[in-house]
């Protein structure tokens, strides 16, 4: 939402101003304030030279504005009983008083001040007491990235937030709730630059928060293998599931691979550690850790060709030891791929292992990195260049590339640095399909943080510690933490959000969790800000999403929905095709869905602008055989596709346009229905479709049917091969949401769903 067309001004109106008195007359201080008024000192700034002021920042709210007014006329037209001036303890030590910026309120370092006014980074939000909640309305209102969790002293609540120096002087200018300024410090480099001494320690009280794993529940890490006797990874990593396949590598992490492995099962465990380790808070482990090491000692090599077997017998061997377990597999090894999305025999081995009928699958994969030296002008351009790893073209995989929030460098050994990615951008080597040719999935499928890198002005890019996360190091006698970055960061997120809804809703699908993960996805304010700046032009749009992917996940939407914003979600399966008495096989069934929205409620909204998010995910069996990829040798056995009632239609006309799109698209005509939609028909891609929808509650209100229809694949084109009867299933999310409406669309819902709803076929 643009900052213009919002109220700015929130909470007490009133204005900072910044006062300087001299330095041998700190006793002013007190002075300067007026609980009676209302006026509060926030901050103080102490003399950097001998015999500078000190500079002190007071809020005045606007109905005590001529309280120093009146203070200093006093002071030059009445004296006192004792033939003073009145009001000279205050007046006779205030030497200058001007309007205050961020700036006034910024009481750390002065080095760490911003040098230059749109640099976003992090700041520490120090709120005056009450004021969080008009923060976050005006936050919102300016666009700016805040985090949720807060601390609290009696007096000030510390929040964080990404911002310009010029949007906090908007923040400053138009609100009473700020107290203080401070750059937020807590970064990989100060955990990096204690002594492995010191890092035990650190390590050590981390762990005394550590509620092992009761669940059975796993992140199976398919890498290099995993250092078990870290004091951070043991308790999570039993010896019964630390695995290899080649006995003679043995199951531990190496130099040969810089402890990948290790770092890969630390972020998976715990995230960035850096806020783990500074927050002293209970760390409950809702999952167990699996290690199966697929990369071999140094001096051998597998071969490429053989990957597919490889990830195969790596998954086997840990279902084998825990046959029963639920799990989301993640793995970070890629090679070249070259194909432009076409698939190749270990991309279609991992299709055929998500799909396997008897063992659904999630497996999680990394989009791959630019392996170059990069430098600033390489940004994104080098990106939309450099195509996604194999194997992760693969249909049924979760495939996920890297953005970045991390901007801040606060390290003195690299003064004068700056990030290569603004914040909420891609990350500098995150690979994308915008090359591919269009008939192939949309990769990455989402996006998380990957760290970024820093530059001098004249060098490439590095991988400096404040930009990147802070993991778990495969040599705990040395040192317990290194860091991580790139996708292999992203991908080791991803596998623990996948793991946090496995262990909170442990009765779902691997096709809805992969479908959870994306349908949370938002696309950060500088995505977003590309995405509209196309004015509808789908080619544009379709090349940023090809970039992007579908943005950034979030846990608390992934399994919550609240007042305003409604999720709900459907498992179910149909038969998409069928054959009778040696006829070619046809399209058999189609199921439609009927929303239970809260009708009276969105008519109540009338025409306030209400937000649809459609989502299917289902697993396609792969057929990879090259032979051109047309009609009768399609790679999927299957497609569906989802289509929304429109307002006007009635149910028949609707399930008529339903039939309809699926001849078109069997015959190659222009397929319809896609115009209202952010993406259209190009969701169509691949075996996991997504789309966004906006327009009046009161159109939305009659949008009460969602139809799930097949299309055509090998199962159809080859009926010799047997499956034209086989059963596909699919996961189905959709979300309203109602931003800024202050009426309950859950409730009413929840209400509803009570009462099994109507599914026909």
């Given at each position: 939402?643009?900052?213009?067309?919002?109220?700015?001004?929130?909470?007490?109106?009133?204005?900072y101003?910044?006062?300087?008195?001299?330095?041998?007359?700190?006793?002013?201080?007190?002075?300067?304030?007026?609980?009676?008024?209302?006026?509060?000192?926030?901050a103080?700034?102490?003399?950097?030279?001998?015999?500078?002021?000190?500079?002190?920042?007071?809020?005045?709210?606007?109905?005590?504005?001529?309280?120093?007014?009146?203070?200093?006329?006093?002071?030059?037209?009445?004296?006192?009983?004792?033939?003073?001036?009145?009001?000279?303890?205050?007046v006779?030590?205030?030497?200058?008083?001007?309007?205050?910026?961020?700036?006034?309120?910024?009481?750390?370092?002065?080095?760490?001040?911003?040098q230059?006014?749109?640099?976003?980074?992090?700041?520490?939000?120090?709120?005056?007491?009450?004021?969080r909640?008009?923060?976050?309305?005006?936050?919102?209102?300016?666009?700016?990235?805040?985090?949720?969790?807060?601390?609290?002293?009696?007096?000030?609540?510390?929040?964080?937030?990404?911002?310009?120096?010029?949007?906090?002087?908007?923040?400053?200018a138009?609100?009473?709730?700020?107290?203080?300024?401070?750059?937020?410090?807590?970064?990989?480099?100060?955990?990096?630059g204690?002594?492995?001494?010191?890092?035990?320690?650190?390590?050590?009280?981390?762990?005394?928060?550590?509620?092992?794993?009761q669940?059975?529940?796993?992140?199976?890490?398919?890498?290099?293998?995993?250092?078990?006797?870290?004091?951070?990874?043991?308790?999570?990593?039993?010896?019964?599931?630390?695995?290899?396949?080649?006995?003679?590598?043995?199951?531990?992490?190496?130099?040969?691979?810089?402890?990948?492995?290790?770092?890969?099962?630390?972020?998976?465990?715990?995230?960035?550690?850096?806020?783990?380790l500074?927050?002293?808070?209970?760390?409950?482990?809702?999952?167990?850790?699996?290690?199966?090491?697929?990369?071999?000692?140094?001096?051998?090599?597998?071969?490429?060709?053989?990957?597919?077997?490889?990830?195969?017998?790596?998954i086997?061997?840990?279902?084998?030891?825990?046959?029963?377990?639920?799990r989301?597999?993640a793995?970070?090894?890629?090679?070249?791929?070259?194909?432009?999305?076409?698939?190749?025999?270990?991309?279609?081995?991992?299709?055929?292992?998500?799909?396997?009928?008897?063992?659904?699958?999630?497996?999680?994969?990394?989009?791959?990195?630019?392996?170059?030296?990069?430098m600033?002008?390489?940004?994104?351009?080098?990106?939309?260049?450099?195509?996604?790893?194999?194997?992760?073209?693969?249909?049924?995989?979760?495939?996920?590339?890297?953005?970045?929030e991390?901007?801040?460098?606060?390290d003195?050994?690299?003064?004068?640095?700056?990030?290569?990615?603004?914040?909420?951008?891609?990350?500098?080597?995150?690979?994308?399909?915008?090359?591919?040719?269009?008939?192939?999935?949309?990769?990455?499928?989402?996006?998380?943080?990957?760290?970024?890198?820093?530059?001098d002005?004249?060098?490439?890019?590095?991988?400096?510690?404040?930009?990147?996360?802070?993991?778990?190091?495969?040599?705990?006698?040395?040192?317990?933490?290194?860091?991580?970055?790139?996708?292999?960061?992203?991908?080791?997120?991803a596998?623990?959000m996948?793991?946090?809804?496995?262990?909170?809703?442990?009765?779902?699908?691997?096709?809805?969790?992969?479908?959870?993960?994306?349908?949370?996805?938002?696309?950060?304010?500088?995505?977003?800000?590309?995405?509209?700046?196309?004015?509808?032009?789908?080619?544009?749009?379709?090349?940023?999403?090809?970039?992007?992917?579908?943005?950034?996940?979030?846990?608390?939407?992934?399994?919550?929905?609240?007042?305003?914003?409604?999720?709900?979600?459907?498992?179910?399966?149909?038969?998409?095709?069928?054959?009778?008495?040696?006829?070619?096989?046809?399209?058999?069934?189609?199921?439609?869905?009927?929303?239970?929205?809260?009708?009276?409620?969105?008519a109540?909204?009338?025409?306030?602008?209400?937000?649809?998010?459609?989502?299917?995910?289902?697993?396609?069996?792969?057929?990879?055989?090259?032979?051109?990829?047309?009609?009768?040798?399609?790679?999927?056995?299957?497609?569906?596709?989802?289509?929304?009632?429109?307002?006007?239609?009635?149910?028949?006309?609707?399930?008529?346009?339903?039939?309809?799109?699926?001849?078109?698209?069997?015959?190659?005509?222009?397929?319809?229905?896609g115009?209202?939609?952010?993406?259209?028909?190009f969701?169509?891609?691949?075996?996991?479709?997504?789309?966004f929808?906006?327009?009046?509650?009161?159109?939305?209100?009659?949008?009460?049917?969602?139809?799930?229809?097949?299309?055509?694949?090998?199962?159809?084109?080859?009926?010799y091969?047997?499956?034209?009867?086989?059963?596909?299933?699919?996961?189905?999310?959709?979300?309203?949401?109602?931003?800024?409406?202050?009426?309950?669309?859950?409730?009413?819902?929840?209400?509803?769903?009570?009462?099994?709803?109507?599914?026909?076929?």
């Amino acid at each position: 939402m643009a900052a213009r067309n919002v109220q700015l001004s929130v909470g007490t109106p009133g204005f900072y101003l910044e006062i300087d008195l001299p330095s041998s007359e700190r006793a002013g201080l007190d002075q300067l304030a007026d609980r009676r008024q209302h006026m509060e000192l926030v901050a103080v700034h102490e003399p950097v030279q001998p015999g500078a002021p000190i500079t002190a920042s007071v809020f005045v709210p606007q109905r005590a504005e001529a309280y120093y007014q009146r203070k200093v006329e006093a002071y030059r037209d009445i004296d006192t009983g004792r033939g003073r001036p009145r009001n000279e303890p205050l007046v006779s030590r205030i030497e200058t008083v001007r309007l205050a910026t961020a700036r006034s309120l910024f009481t750390d370092e002065a080095v760490l001040f911003p040098q230059a006014a749109d640099e976003q980074v992090w700041w520490e939000v120090w709120l005056r007491e009450g004021g969080r909640e008009n923060f976050e309305r005006i936050a919102q209102a300016l666009n700016l990235t805040v985090r949720t969790h807060a601390v609290r002293f009696p007096e000030r609540i510390v929040m964080l937030a990404l911002a310009s120096v010029a949007m906090l002087d908007r923040l400053v200018a138009h609100s009473d709730v700020v107290a203080e300024l401070r750059r937020a410090k807590d970064t990989p480099s100060f955990f990096m630059g204690l002594g492995g001494a010191e890092q035990r320690d650190w390590s050590d009280e981390l762990l005394e928060r550590v509620t092992p794993p009761q669940a059975d529940v796993a992140i199976c890490v398919l890498d290099s293998g995993v250092r078990r006797a870290h004091p951070l990874i043991e308790p999570a990593l039993a010896a019964e599931d630390w695995h290899t396949i080649r006995p003679a590598w043995g199951s531990d992490d190496t130099p040969a691979w810089n402890g990948h492995g290790t770092r890969m099962a630390g972020v998976g465990l715990y995230g960035d550690l850096v806020p783990v380790l500074a927050a002293g808070s209970p760390v409950p482990l809702p999952f167990r850790l699996e290690s199966v090491r697929i990369l071999p000692p140094e001096e051998e090599a597998n071969d490429p060709e053989l990957y597919g077997a490889i990830t195969g017998e790596a998954i086997a061997r840990a279902e084998i030891q825990a046959p029963k377990r639920r799990r989301a597999i993640a793995m970070a090894v890629t090679s070249a791929n070259p194909a432009r999305g076409r698939p190749t025999s270990w991309s279609a081995a991992v299709d055929q292992l998500c799909f396997e009928e008897e063992q659904r699958r999630l497996i999680i994969l990394s989009a791959g990195n630019i392996g170059d030296d990069l430098m600033p002008a390489d940004h994104l351009t080098r990106n939309d260049l450099e195509a996604v790893d194999d194997p992760a073209q693969a249909w049924n995989a979760l495939t996920v590339g890297a953005f970045t929030e991390k901007v801040d460098i606060v390290d003195v050994a690299y003064a004068g640095y700056a990030p290569i990615a603004p914040a909420g951008e891609l990350s500098p080597r995150s690979r994308t399909s915008v090359v591919w040719d269009r008939q192939w999935p949309v990769k990455p499928d989402v996006v998380f943080e990957g760290g970024n890198l820093g530059h001098d002005g004249a060098l490439p890019g590095e991988p400096i510690d404040d930009l990147q996360i802070l993991t778990t190091f495969y040599r705990p006698d040395l040192r317990h933490f290194t860091t991580i970055g790139d996708t292999s960061a992203a991908t080791a997120h991803a596998a623990r959000m996948a793991g946090q809804i496995l262990a909170a809703r442990p009765g779902l699908w691997p096709e809805t969790v992969r479908a959870l993960i994306v349908h949370s996805a938002e696309w950060t304010p500088a995505m977003r800000a590309r995405i509209d700046a196309c004015n509808g032009a789908k080619g544009q749009i379709q090349a940023l999403v090809r970039r992007y992917g579908y943005g950034v996940p979030d846990l608390g939407r992934a399994l919550l929905s609240t007042v305003n914003d409604l999720t709900l979600i459907v498992e179910d399966e149909l038969q998409p095709f069928h054959r009778e008495a040696g006829a070619t096989a046809k399209m058999r069934d189609m199921k439609l869905h009927r929303l239970p929205w809260p009708k009276e409620q969105l008519a109540a909204l009338g025409a306030a602008h209400v937000e649809l998010r459609a989502t299917l995910s289902y697993y396609i069996e792969p057929n990879p055989g090259e032979r051109g990829w047309t009609r009768r040798h399609r790679y999927a056995s299957h497609g569906l596709r989802f289509r929304v009632k429109s307002a006007t239609e009635t149910v028949d006309e609707f399930r008529a346009r339903i039939n309809q799109a699926a001849r078109d698209e069997e015959e190659g005509a222009p397929v319809g229905g896609g115009e209202e939609w952010l993406l259209g028909t190009f969701r169509d891609r691949g075996s996991l479709h997504s789309d966004f929808w906006s327009g009046t509650a009161a159109d939305l209100a009659e949008r009460d049917a969602i139809g799930i229809f097949p299309v055509g694949g090998w199962w159809k084109e080859k009926p010799y091969l047997e499956r034209f009867d086989a059963i596909t299933r699919y996961a189905l999310i959709v979300t309203i949401r109602a931003p800024g409406a202050a009426v309950d669309i859950f409730t009413p819902v929840e209400a509803a769903v009570a009462v099994p709803i109507a599914i026909e076929t």
